[in-house]
């Protein structure tokens, strides 16, 4: 009987491993999420200007694909473990249930944003008022909560697969949405800015920008570094944490790494900034303040019933991989308890903790914090995994001692904490600029540490594990390059006609949204945007989803047909 559990103890077999459509959706799913909604807005309560934002996500998002591409996908691939079951590897169970427990309850939290994010969409449709306090302030609200965190938690149970395929119908549309809602709004924000009748160039724009979107607080005390540090630590604990160890192991390539670009670019580029247009376009038509509107209330505004589409949307593409990242956490304590249990236990505690608006509200500072505390970790995995084979030092070698804790780690990971608060409550350092001089600390104290009680020597045991993970590698090499000759040489995937004619209704449904749009910003029509942007988008909806069923049949039906004995991992 097939069971939801995915290699969480064990290195992916190769024939699992995916390609790089499903990862390139992925990234691109989960990054255009509901919280760029409220990133997005607020960077415009920070008091920054527009070229801060501008200029500065441009090098931020950079340096963040960079990690990506050039350390969590490379040490993903090369291991094809999760990183709660290499950090076990390396640090032993002791030091693995404690990082866990704290990595799990972060992972609650941030899914619990997600999915306040969702229903602050829903609770537009039954006119609850919105949640902007640290406490739900409406029973209606609770119960559209509940309501939405039980879909998240059935997806996230269906596992990494599913996940992908969620996101690969939804991304297209929902990066379409964030631009669509920006054009549909900016001509709100031309009404509203003195001295600009028409956006004729870039320099209109960046005078709008300047005076009525990002306008620039002298005593704001941030500003472009400030803007771009945050831009590369906002997903710290997916990339230089190596969270994302547990969905690239799956990759067929350390190049997938990569399509994080299409993350950070289209999601934490494009869509934060069209989230900050959207954002002072509605605080300006409910005359009210952007710090006073929920993403919800925000995306109503601009695109009507499809607004509450995309943010619900959103909300689930980002808080399902979240909740499945949670409940890998946790199912690391105890191999018994299986991931799909302990995920449904998990997504009912973030779902309670979802019920609290607070953790939207605080959003910016939290995923702040939450990367510098599993920074060190990050830099203990690297350094063990790259450094040490290059000074002399023998990885694993706390295992090789059969130690049950390696204590130079976790002294590693806690003193760097307490190095890093210091830094931060002392005021000698913004959070957002802890992550360089945090990382090469625990790098030399790892290094002295581990060196001091054990690392320096050789074990019999190393030499015998090189040898199986060697194998191991050359058995995965052997399965992919029977695989993409098979694939060479096999025939295009044929679609079914009534399958075909779905896929390129969906795509023609894409292009009248994007008309719509562009119409309501030529014409300063936002009524027609509001009313008509649904109908492609149901159109989309059901004609993608039947093409992508179709198009996953037919490419099964043509895999069953082509003799490839798969090569399991020894």
Not at 16 to 43: C, D, M, N, P, R
Not at 146 to 173: D, N, S
Not at 458 to 464: A, D, F, Q
Request: net charge neutral; glycine share 8%.
């Amino acid at each position: 009987m097939a069971t939801a559990e995915e290699f969480e103890t064990q290195a992916v077999s190769p024939n699992k491993l995916q390609g790089a459509k499903t990862f390139a959706a992925s990234y691109a799913g989960e990054h255009v999420a509901g919280t760029e909604f409220v990133i997005g807005a607020l960077f415009v309560s920070w008091g920054v200007s527009a070229n801060d934002v501008l200029l500065g996500l441009i090098l931020g998002n950079l340096f963040a694909v960079l990690t990506w591409g050039l350390i969590t996908a490379p040490i993903a691939t090369d291991t094809r473990l999760t990183l709660y079951a290499y950090l076990e590897k390396i640090a032993g169970p002791g030091t693995i249930k404690v990082y866990s427990v704290i990595n799990g309850i972060l992972f609650c939290v941030l899914a619990g944003a997600m999915i306040t994010v969702s229903a602050s969409a829903v609770q537009v449709l039954f006119n609850i008022p919105p949640q902007t306090n640290w406490y739900p302030t409406n029973l209606g609200f609770v119960g559209v909560v509940l309501g939405v965190g039980a879909i998240v938690v059935y997806m996230a149970v269906k596992g990494f697969k599913k996940l992908a395929a969620f996101a690969e119908i939804c991304a297209p549309w929902m990066i379409l949405m964030f631009f669509v809602g920006a054009l549909v709004l900016l001509p709100t924000i031309v009404d509203g800015t003195a001295g600009v009748a028409s956006l004729s160039s870039f320099d209109d724009f960046l005078n709008i920008a300047n005076n009525t979107i990002w306008v620039q607080q002298p005593d704001a005390g941030v500003g472009f570094w400030h803007v771009a540090a945050f831009a590369w630590i906002a997903n710290l604990a997916m990339h230089g944490s190596l969270g994302d160890m547990t969905l690239l192991r799956f990759a067929k390539s350390s190049r997938y790494g990569y399509f994080s670009a299409l993350g950070m670019f289209i999601g934490h580029y494009m869509a934060w900034v069209c989230a900050g247009i959207m954002g002072a376009g509605a605080a300006i038509l409910m005359g009210t303040t952007i710090t006073q509107l929920d993403p919800g209330s925000v995306a109503f505004q601009a695109l009507g019933s499809s607004g509450i589409l995309a943010v619900i949307i959103a909300g689930w593409t980002t808080s399902n991989p979240t909740i499945y990242r949670a409940g890998l956490a946790f199912s690391s304590l105890n191999s018994k308890w299986g991931r799909t249990k302990v995920t449904v236990v998990v997504g009912v505690v973030t779902t309670i903790v979802a019920c609290f608006p607070f953790v939207f509200s605080q959003l910016l500072g939290f995923v702040g914090i939450m990367g510098i505390m599993l920074a060190p970790v990050g830099a203990i995995i690297v350094t063990e995994h790259w450094i040490f084979p290059k000074i002399g030092f023998t990885r694993y070698w706390s295992k090789y001692k059969n130690n049950t804790t390696n204590f130079a780690a976790l002294a590693t990971w806690l003193v760097s904490l307490a190095v890093a608060y210091w830094l931060e409550s002392s005021g000698t350092l913004h959070l957002f600029f802890i992550l360089i001089p945090i990382w090469l600390f625990a790098t030399a104290l790892y290094i002295g540490l581990a060196g001091a009680m054990g690392a320096k020597a050789s074990y019999k045991e190393s030499k015998i594990a090189e040898v199986a993970e060697l194998k191991r590698k050359k058995a995965e090499a052997e399965y992919l390059a029977n695989e993409s000759q098979a694939s060479a040489s096999a025939s295009p995937v044929q679609l079914p006609v009534l399958a075909s004619l779905a896929k390129y209704v969906s795509y023609a449904s894409l292009i009248a949204c994007l008309a719509i749009g562009l119409a309501a910003y030529i014409n300063n029509d936002m009524e027609s945007a509001r009313s008509w942007l649904i109908v492609p988008t149901i159109i989309y909806f059901i004609t993608a989803t039947y093409a992508y069923i179709a198009t996953q049949s037919s490419a099964e039906d043509e895999s069953d047909s082509v003799d490839t004995k798969p090569i399991q991992a020894s």
